[in-house]
């Protein structure tokens, strides 16, 4: 079944910095979903995006889409210890009937 | 005032033993999931459930069996336990099925199996 893919699956940077996750996918989507995993806590959903919207902000946070390159990527600006996490996209396929979920990139930032 | 909610947090047991792991949502949603996310952190669903109703059934062994009292509650019931059940179960709900919205996961269960 196919999933999306997160790149890399691991990042760590300074605190300031800004953080770039990338997502891809290989079939139509209706919409893309990331979420945050604290480690130890349940997944918490952070921006959803339509298949015919390209760009979406919320906070610090913004995501793009691509449905020419099946593809989508989270910004995190202005970086700060507490978004240290796990992060997963999830694809809600046109042909399919729940979300499919990555395996996720691995945030750490640096104090 | 917790979305949902997940019991127990942590379990421990024997190869073998049978096991329930409960689940309440208090969002007023219709859907509601079991996910299992392994070692690797990788995430699938498991099953799902509308208005009680059971919607998506993944190829998991039949010693798992979800059950659902009522469309705020959804348990998941476990027996013969294996070493390879060993992982975190999540729970989650959603508003509808058909548009796949935000999904309102639980806390985890910590499942190992010795």
């Known amino acids: 079944s196919q999933q999306g893919e997160e790149d890399p699956q691991a990042l760590s940077i300074q605190e300031g910095e800004n953080a770039t996750m990338n997502c891809s996918y290989k079939t139509s989507i209706n919409n893309l979903q990331w979420y945050r995993q604290n480690s130890g806590r349940g997944l918490v959903h952070l921006i959803l995006?339509?298949?015919?919207?390209r760009e979406k902000h919320s906070g610090r946070l913004r995501v793009t889409l691509d449905t020419s390159k099946k593809s989508s990527s989270l910004l995190i600006t202005a970086s700060r210890a507490a978004d240290t996490a796990s992060y997963f996209c999830?694809?809600?396929?046109?042909?399919?009937?729940?979300?499919?979920f990555g395996e996720g990139t691995q945030l750490t930032v640096n104090p | 005032d917790t979305a949902v909610s997940q019991t127990p947090k942590y379990l421990v047991t024997q190869m073998g033993n049978d096991k329930s792991i409960k689940c309440e949502q208090n969002?007023?949603?219709?859907?509601m999931y079991w996910y299992k996310q392994d070692s690797k952190k990788f995430l699938k669903i498991m099953f799902s459930?509308?208005?009680?109703?059971?919607?998506i059934n993944e190829t998991v062994p039949n010693r798992f069996s979800p059950k659902s009292p009522d469309k705020a509650h959804l348990n998941l019931h476990i027996n013969s336990l294996e070493l390879g059940d060993s992982a975190v179960y999540f729970c989650?709900?959603?508003?509808?099925?058909?548009?796949?919205?935000?999904?309102?996961f639980g806390p985890g269960t910590r499942l190992l199996v010795l």
């Open positions: 459930y509308n208005n009680k109703e059971l919607i």
């Open positions: 969002l007023g949603h219709d859907t």
């Open positions: 995006i339509r298949s015919n919207e």
């Open positions: 999830a694809t809600d396929l046109t042909s399919g009937s729940r979300l499919t």
């Open positions: 989650a709900s959603s508003q509808r099925l058909r548009d796949k919205e935000t999904q309102y």
